[in-house]
């Protein structure tokens, strides 16, 4: 029988409708309480870690998640569901995926309804979360997100859709995999990254969005000595108004990591255009790029190379490398 250790952090998967239709967190977490799924096939351990709304999860909580699951590791679990807040989960889960050098399945899962709305999913995820944990063939396929019978990494899945209960997505490659029949079924394969396994966390890495007309205040707003990084989400493959210019080589000029990222769904950032502001000349200028993850994701990279002591070429390259 395997022993799956359950991770509970709070979210809409752990919280129910009031008398007024709001949805609140509940003193007790009824995901939780469920002991006795799949009794018999699976030996639950239960850890109700955080209940916390998404929105209120950080990196160090995410830090927790991931000391707590190497100690289980430690303990003999063959693998580990985490249930999780879908506001922020796909960067919970892709911390995980940068620092865990385990080789168990790890599995985050949510819900996007309530306990007690009529059609709430939460259950049905956490359970079907298990089914993957407990499969051999889940194994070193690095953290996956299981939702709406659909297994996806880490690294690509993102939310896309506010209240849909098939919100979570992969643009460009899709997810790897199905359950069927409660049985996880692997099409692709995920090309694995360096591993960086950290202890701490940084602070002051940001993330902004380009947008037509941008100036250069936000960029001179973050130019100070407390900044450890910033990624922007560029225009189109990667670019952007020229009139940052000056802001942006300030930053630099500080040695302030600055990473691109386009702000586009599919697809990833280039140097293609040669013009003022275009990615061509912003690799010059001293701008990381960074290939196939969105701005939040890139901060998520970001702040995990920085919490490594990662600087200068081995930062970019780590985070410039999509793979190991």
Do not use: W
Not at 172 to 178: D, E, R, S
Not at 204 to 215: I, N, T
Not at 303 to 312: P, R
């Amino acid at each position: 029988m395997k022993k799956i250790l359950a991770i509970h952090t709070g979210g809409t998967i752990s919280m129910s409708q009031n008398e007024k239709g709001e949805v609140v967190p509940n003193s007790e977490n009824p995901i939780a309480q469920q002991e006795t799924i799949m009794e018999g096939r699976v030996e639950l351990i239960t850890d109700e870690l955080f209940n916390l709304p998404s929105p209120h999860v950080t990196p160090v909580e995410m830090l927790k998640i991931k000391e707590r699951i190497n100690r289980g590791e430690r303990e003999g679990i063959d693998g580990v569901v985490i249930t999780h807040g879908t506001d922020t989960l796909e960067e919970t889960a892709y911390f995980l995926d940068l620092t865990l050098p385990s080789t168990v399945p790890v599995v985050v899962t949510g819900a996007m309804r309530s306990s007690n709305e009529v059609g709430s999913d939460g259950l049905y995820n956490f359970q079907t979360a298990i089914e993957v944990a407990a499969d051999d063939a889940s194994r070193g396929k690095g953290v996956m997100v299981v939702m709406n019978d659909e297994i996806h990494t880490a690294r690509y899945v993102t939310k896309t859709h506010t209240t849909n209960v098939a919100t979570f997505r992969t643009p460009t490659f899709g997810p790897i995999g199905l359950v069927a029949k409660g049985h996880p079924i692997f099409f692709q394969q995920l090309i694995r990254e360096n591993i960086c396994d950290i202890d701490h966390v940084v602070d002051h890495v940001y993330l902004l969005k380009a947008y037509a007309g941008m100036d250069a205040s936000l960029f001179g707003a973050l130019d100070n000595d407390q900044t450890a990084g910033i990624v922007i989400e560029g225009l189109g493959a990667g670019n952007l108004p020229p009139v940052t210019l000056p802001a942006i080589q300030r930053l630099l000029d500080r040695h302030i990591p600055l990473v691109l990222v386009s702000r586009c769904y599919n697809g990833v950032a280039e140097d293609i255009y040669d013009y003022q502001g275009g990615g061509i000349e912003l690799r010059k200028m001293g701008l990381m790029l960074c290939q196939g993850l969105n701005g939040q994701k890139a901060r998520i990279k970001l702040l995990v190379g920085l919490s490594a002591g990662l600087q200068d070429e081995q930062l970019a390259e780590y985070l410039s490398t999509a793979v190991s």
